[in-house]
């Protein structure tokens, strides 16, 4: 049974950085079950948007209010997928979760996805 268990989240000052991690279990991160990876954010009260992903081919794709200062990359030796989080504003702050799927047509719709991790808070302070 595939299992995603995401890591990392803390609080952080407005211009640090943090690394998200997403380790899978019950299969390995290439495993065709898992081939599209991605990471979404949720505040409460709003929608969980798409905040990058990772396609089998090793393209990505971010939203635009993460370009420059987010990269999505898949660690084979930890079996996880991770997420280098850099220049946090205080807007990043949010729940974050792991999400996997054979195949996602649109990488930022949250219905593409069957495999979610639990989440990790990040938290920035302005």
């Known amino acids: 049974q595939v299992r995603l268990v995401e890591s990392g989240g803390g609080s952080v000052q407005s211009g640090g950085s943090l690394r998200l991690s997403c380790v899978v279990s019950?299969?390995?991160?290439?495993?065709?079950?898992?081939?599209?990876m991605a990471w979404f954010r949720q505040i409460p009260g709003k929608e969980r948007e798409g905040v990058a992903a990772?396609?089998?081919?090793?393209?990505?794709d971010y939203a635009d209010n993460v370009k420059g200062r987010f990269t999505i990359f898949k660690d084979g030796a930890k079996n996880s997928l991770d997420l280098q989080m850099d220049n946090l504003r205080h807007g990043d702050t949010a729940m974050y979760y792991c999400?996997?799927?054979?195949?996602?047509?649109?990488?930022?719709?949250?219905?593409?996805?069957?495999?979610w991790g639990q989440g990790t808070q990040v938290t920035v302070s302005s």
């Open positions: 999400a996997a799927d054979r195949y996602v047509a649109i990488w930022h719709k949250r219905v593409a996805y069957d495999y």
């Open positions: 019950g299969t390995s991160i290439g495993d065709l079950k898992i081939d599209y």
């Open positions: 990772i396609n089998p081919d090793g393209k990505t």
